[in-house]
């Protein structure tokens, strides 16, 4: 398979591209900036330079022509403002999703957040960023074209994967390691299944395979 990822130098995306790469998948990660490069290759993917907040429907789908899934991996990151939230988290998401379809790519994983919703409420930062991954990921179930997948983590951290998660469509809230989210993603983009689902992810007591089997059985 040839997997493409939107916020190729994230931390989550570069353990996905590790992963991919070591089972022998083709990866390629779009970054924003050329020094990212030599980090992706390292972990075994292609580096694509590419603004997302600014580049064409037609230039993003150009990257995509012959993959066979695309993975929405990309943030502002939590020292941007509401602006960012709106073109990075929200407008870079809908181009990404615009742009599989127009290159045909219809396996389509999203990386989104727990308590994403486009109706949630406030004004502080956090609360946009909310209404933002919400609002994305509504719009990128709503495409026909795409067999889409939001999986939806809960609190992040660094410590060392376990390899068992809880993956269902409400677990509540709770953390997750950002290797066990990547370790999910992997399984989820060979499960097109799940498409049409919305998944809250963290961390419990199933293998990651047997939680990701379990909901596309469902």
């Known amino acids: 398979m040839r ?3 939107a916020g190729g130098h994230g931390q989550i995306a570069l353990r996905l591209e590790r992963l991919l790469a070591a089972r022998g998948e083709e990866v390629a990660g779009i970054i924003r900036h050329a020094e990212q490069g030599d ?5 075994g993917a292609e580096p694509v330079l ?3 907040e600014s580049a064409s429907v037609e230039e993003v789908a150009a990257h995509l022509q012959g993959a066979d899934a695309a993975v929405f991996a990309a943030g502002a990151g939590p020292g941007s403002g509401a602006a960012r939230k709106d073109t990075v988290d929200k407008g870079a998401a809908i181009l ?4 599989a379809v127009r290159a045909g790519v219809r396996r389509h994983v999203v990386v989104s957040s727990m308590g994403a919703d486009p109706a949630h409420q406030g004004d502080d930062i956090f609360d946009v960023y909310l209404r933002a991954k919400g609002e994305a990921d509504a719009y990128v179930l709503r495409q026909d074209a795409l067999d889409a997948t939001i999986l939806r983590p809960g609190m992040l951290t660094n410590d060392a994967g376990t390899g068992l998660v809880r993956l269902e469509a409400h677990t509540g809230r709770g953390a997750v390691p950002r290797d066990d989210v990547a370790a999910v993603l992997a399984e989820l983009v060979e499960t097109p299944a799940t498409a049409g689902l919305i998944l809250e992810l ?3 007591s199933a293998p990651v395979s047997v939680a990701v089997k379990s909901v596309a059985g469902n």
């Open 202 to 204: 963290v961390g419990g």
């Open 39 to 43: 980090d992706l290759r390292e972990a």
């Open 96 to 99: 990404f999703a615009d742009a």
């Open 3 to 5: 997997i493409v990822i």
């Open 50 to 52: 590419l603004d997302l």
